[in-house]
């Protein structure tokens, strides 16, 4: 709200705005001594994204200010984590694995969050019963590493919702955090999502190519009926690229490529074709694409065409 300091609470009239905050446009003040003095609190979550409801999905994160693509958004640092010495079971749910030291230590870093950050904690969903309140939100919103030995619960970047033509992508660095950026420009107001995705392979190969099989395979993984752009028909969902993706992925041959110039010449060219099409794709993970000139990469490599090679990194690169 423009025209209230968050720090006093004080409320202008008219068409008078207070001061925004300059590094993310998310907060207002009276001036730069409110900022200053609600820094130690704000300071934790300066982020240019602010909390909203959306109807049918719950909340979501919206830009607070215009985002160019390629642009960083925010650094999610794991605001409660646990290691595990053995990978936990996927069949049950993680509270009832979590033994005695385990449970003192989520509510020991749970009562040591910022205040913010303890607000933000406490608005996330709860699950039922007879355990500690911290430990059933814990256990509902954490997730477990690749290798799951490690979960970890992000109170930022759990807010971000899904969109199978999503405008934002995250990535774990290499210290366990989540980077959040944008692939797309994104106006202010705007709801920033990503795409959910539990393999490390084309999306399409595991969602399939029209937008009812899409829908059902993220009920069936995830638990929600999606409503982005492309499942409610507001965006078209290039059906027809998807299906030529899968009839080139199926028939690609590495062995008649080994064993003629003819056959290498057809597998080459289907790799240039399926690098063409992914970079079209504007729905689905946006790692289809690195994956696409990875793919590009490696043979050029293998057959030493180094103009190909350069072609793919050159891509990567952008």
């Known amino acids: 709200d423009r025209q209230v300091c ?5 409320t202008v009239t008219g068409k008078r705005k207070l001061s925004k905050c300059s590094l993310c446009h998310a907060i207002t003040y009276c001036g730069k001594e409110c900022q200053k003095a609600d820094w130690p609190r704000h300071g934790w979550n300066c982020v240019p994204v602010m909390v909203k409801e959306f109807e049918g999905k719950g ?4 830009a607070a200010r215009d985002i160019k693509m390629g642009e960083f958004i925010f650094l999610d640092k794991p605001d409660v984590s646990l290691s595990f010495n ?3 079971s996927t069949n049950r749910p993680i509270i009832e694995q979590l033994c005695d030291e385990d449970a003192k ?5 749970v009562d040591n969050l910022p205040s913010e950050a303890k607000l933000v904690f406490y608005k996330l969903e709860d699950s039922q019963g007879e355990w500690a309140k911290e430990l059933r939100i814990f256990s509902r919103n954490a997730r477990g590493s690749v290798k799951m030995k490690e979960i970890r619960l992000y109170l930022n970047a759990i807010l971000i919702n899904h969109s199978c033509a999503p405008n934002a992508y995250q990535e774990y660095t290499e210290g366990g955090s ?3 950026r944008a692939i797309k420009d994104i106006s202010k ?3 920033i999502t990503i795409f959910y995705h539990s393999s490390d392979y084309f999306s399409y190969m595991e969602f399939g190519c029209n937008v009812n099989e899409w829908k059902q395979a993220i009920k069936d993984q995830f638990g929600f009926d999606c409503k982005c752009c492309v499942c409610v028909g507001d965006v078209p969902d290039q059906e027809d690229i998807i299906k030529e993706l899968l009839e080139l992925q199926e028939n690609l041959d590495w062995g008649a490529a080994n064993r003629s110039e003819e056959g290498l010449s057809i597998f080459v060219q289907a790799i240039d074709r399926i690098v063409d099409l992914n970079l079209r794709l504007y729905i689905g993970s946006y790692f289809d694409k690195i994956r696409a000139l990875e793919m590009m990469a490696g043979t050029a490599f293998l057959i030493q065409d180094t103009d190909r090679l350069e072609k793919a990194m050159k891509q990567s690169k952008k």
Not at 6 to 10: D, E, V
Not at 59 to 62: A, L, Q
Not at 105 to 109: G, L, W
């Open 6 to 10: 968050f720090k006093w609470h004080k």
């Open 105 to 109: 230590s989520v509510m020991r870093q």
């Open 178 to 180: 989540k980077e959040v």
């Open 86 to 88: 053995s990978p936990l």
């Open 59 to 62: 909340r979501g994160v919206v």
């Open 189 to 191: 107001g705007e709801e």
